[in-house]
């Protein structure tokens, strides 16, 4: 009873609330009030709905209850315990998951294969930033500044020097790891929010800087006609030209989980997790701290200089507006929402952000507020990710030897 009363109270004071914007409508025709009470009601009993819910949700999770029991081999964890026991079945499903990426330009229309590629560079962007905030766990708010720096390299240089798109696509990432270096200098002994605010710091000044040094960058108004990638000089239309994009991108996701996951596991990745769990511990385990962060800096920057100058080949148009802080912020939310550490999560994560609102357009006016309750739940109720970080395992064997004289 007292949980319904709460409800109730909370609906009615989100209707009091509510009631000048969305119960009173004004008529300068006729200069009258026209009382709009039925939106009010609805609202109110949708809010007593969800408060009950948001109640017994809280409940049960404070005393430890899953909020959904399902039946026993169904659920993520079941799932990805079933791929890592039974090879056969993960390259099974490896098998299927490239038949359907590879046929999708094929099947799908083109505005599938261009929100599909926006989804594909999001996902190189995640995984580079995965290496400095989920392994390392150095918080970084400004990463969309390598990414305007690959992007802005290939453009500058086409504009200035003609170089193609696989000339600036490694000078791309190379110039992204030097300002990636440079980044991490500074911010040595920095960690937590004051290393938030310096990385936030760094992406405005480079992208105030793409936007007040018109000579070279064009300023507000960009740099146009940047050419596509081509291919042995075969002349493509825009759909042609487009597949091309998709299939070198999805290339380029698959060399990206490739050398992550190898990165993950070897000596620096190992490093980079130590250094995420103590910073203090790893330093007097022998780390070399100053090393692992270049280290960490360097790696996740190089990914998205790569991505930049593939998107400013896929766009054909780049401006300081494209690389603001709130693309930061999704990509972090990417990071967040996957699982800080997983590559599987991670890759989820960016498909679900990308894609969803694009799928979502039929509910136009209420998607973004579907998208935000979304990430407010999965904060709350489950912070640690889709699929929370794999860490390595050891099992020690016992030793069959001989005891009391007994072989």
């Known amino acids: 009873m007292q949980r319904v009363l709460k409800a109730a109270m909370v609906a009615l004071w989100f209707m009091l609330l509510t009631l000048p914007v969305l119960g009173i409508g004004l008529n300068t ?19 007593f709905v969800l408060a009950l819910l948001w109640d017994w949700c809280f409940a049960r999770k404070a005393a430890g209850r899953p909020l959904l029991v399902l039946p026993q081999g169904i659920g993520m964890a079941s799932v990805l315990e079933a791929l890592r026991q039974h090879p056969a079945l993960r390259h099974g499903a490896l098998g299927v998951l490239g038949v359907v ?85 500074p911010v ?57 994009i998709y299939y070198l991108v999805l290339a380029a996701v698959i060399i990206t989980i490739v050398v992550i996951s190898r990165l993950k596991n070897s000596r620096v990745g190992l490093a980079l997790q130590a250094l995420r769990e103590d910073e203090v511990a790893c330093e007097a385990m022998g780390v070399d701290i100053t090393r692992v962060k270049l280290s960490a800096f360097a790696l996740g920057s190089c990914w ?3 991505a930049g100058v593939i998107f400013a080949a896929k766009t054909t148009y780049i401006n300081p507006s494209s690389f603001t802080f709130m693309e930061s912020a999704m990509i972090l939310s990417m990071v967040v929402l996957g699982g800080m550490g997983s590559i599987a999560g991670v890759v989820i994560a960016a498909f ?51 005891r009391g004289g007994r072989s």
């Open 188 to 244: 040595l002994r920095l960690r937590g929010d004051y290393l938030a605010i310096v990385t936030l710091g760094f992406g405005e000044i480079v992208r105030l800087t793409l936007q007040n040094w018109t000579s070279v960058t064009g300023g507000p108004r960009g740099i146009s006609d940047i050419p596509r990638p081509g291919f042995f000089g075969m002349s493509m239309d825009i759909a042609a030209s487009t597949t091309y």
């Open 29 to 47: 025709v006729e200069h009258s009030v026209v009382w709009r009470l039925d939106r009010i009601f609805a609202l109110g009993a949708g809010i």
């Open 101 to 185: 990426m590879l046929i999708m330009p094929v099947v799908g229309s083109f505005y599938q294969t261009n929100i599909m590629i926006s989804a594909l560079l999001y996902v190189m962007l995640a995984l580079g930033l995965n290496i400095v905030v989920g392994l390392a766990g150095q918080l970084v708010l400004g990463y969309v500044a390598f990414y305007a720096i690959g992007a802005y390299t290939y453009g500058l240089l086409n504009q200035f020097l003609g170089w193609g798109f696989w000339a600036c696509l490694p000078v791309g990432g190379i110039l992204a790891v030097l300002f990636g270096l440079g980044l991490g200098f």
């Open 304 to 306: 998205a200089g790569f």
């Open 352 to 402: 679900i952000l990308i894609l969803a609102p694009e799928y979502l357009r039929a509910f136009s006016d209420y998607r973004m507020l579907l998208f935000g309750a979304i990430m407010v739940v999965m904060m709350l109720f489950r912070p640690q990710g889709l699929i929370s970080g794999e860490r390595r395992k050891y099992h020690i064997s016992a030793l069959h030897g001989t």
